[in-house]
């Protein structure tokens, strides 16, 4: 158990959906990330959140909606995907987003497939 | 442009050694992290380097060379469990962890 909980662990939806991710960290970090693992790509990062303010949007497309309504959680909303959203998408937590050892944890993901 | 290189597979035996590189080009570094994955499961933390040499935690070791932008995991005494993927991650100068695609390990008996 890392801490960190995603649900659902697997998500199927049509093009015209709307859905939501959600993500809980047990841990008391201050920080909290989107991320999207395609298969042979290096992990994406979507979204990082400090202290519930969004400090990064790495040009995420609009279709994506994160809300983070306090330390411990984090939403990832979806609506009107592509096929090409069709990916892993990790949740991680660390203590600050300021850099030296501070690791992420992981939660065990969302297996989404866009249909 | 910033880029994280590493082999996209290796296979070795078990009880053996294996070394998995990883070179970066990075706006500044600010220290590199190593991660196993398993298949179908979340990353978790392995090591971090800031400065140059080598740090070791049991069978496993990382090494860094800033100066050539260097990193390599040693995994001592393979076991069948340590099949998964090996990430490395580069913190750069705003302090962004910038990620490689992974190292896949095989184990074979």
Known sequence: ETGVTQTPRHLVMGMTNKKSLKCEQHLGHNAMYWYKQSAKKPLELMFVYSLEERVENNSVPSRFSPECPNSSHLFLHLHTLQPEDSALYLCA????????????????????TVT | GQNIDQ?????????????????YQTSGFNGLFWYQQHAGEAPTFLSYNVLDGLEEKGRFSS??????????????????????????AVTDSNYQLIWGAGTKLIIKP
């Open chain 2, 7 to 23: 082999p996209t597979e290796m296979t070795a035996t078990e009880g053996a050694i294996v070394q998995i590189n990883c070179t």
């Open chain 1, 93 to 112: 937590s660390s203590q600050s987003i300021a850099g030296g050892p501070d690791e992420q944890y992981f939660g065990p993901g969302t297996r989404l």
């Open chain 2, 63 to 88: 090494f860094l060379s800033r100066s050539k932008g260097y990193s390599y995991l040693l995994l001592k005494e393979l076991q069948m469990k340590d099949s998964a993927s090996y990430l490395c």
